[in-house]
């Protein structure tokens, strides 16, 4: 699976931006997908996730409210729209594929997918 992040960029606290991560390689309604981000000198932190058909979501605690996730079958694609935007969203945001329906406990794990996009930089400035 081949995975390409689009969307980031500079943006002041309380505004938006969308991410778009595509995906080509496998059938993609059976992948579960998944948003991680990776702020300087932190650890790779779980955002988002969906599970492929019938689809779920599932969001961290700490973007629920502000970040939602969406995919795009016909286009094997996913989104991530975040809004009401903070200086600590600032990191490098991944996409990431499992090839299969991962369950629910697994989905925050970092260690089970399988592919990953090259990410993209997203910095909200105070």
């Known amino acids: 699976v081949q995975l390409q992040a689009s969307g980031g960029g500079l943006v002041q606290a309380g505004g938006s931006l969308r991410l778009s991560c595509a995906a080509s390689?496998?059938?993609?309604?059976?992948?579960?997908m998944g948003w991680f981000r990776q702020a300087p000198g932190k650890e790779r932190e779980f955002v988002a996730a969906l599970r492929g058909t019938p689809v779920t979501t599932h969001i961290a605690d700490s973007v629920k409210g502000r970040f939602t996730t969406s995919r795009d079958n016909a286009k094997n694609a996913i989104y991530l729209q975040m809004n009401s935007l903070k200086p600590e969203d600032t990191a490098v945001y991944y996409c990431?594929?499992?090839?299969?329906?991962?369950?629910?406990?697994?989905?925050?794990?970092?260690?089970?997918?399988?592919?990953w996009g090259r990410g993209t930089q997203v910095t909200v400035s105070s």
């Open positions: 990431a594929a499992h090839p299969g329906r991962l369950v629910v406990s697994a989905v925050r794990n970092s260690g089970v997918y399988d592919y």
């Open positions: 390689g496998r059938p993609f309604s059976y992948l579960t």
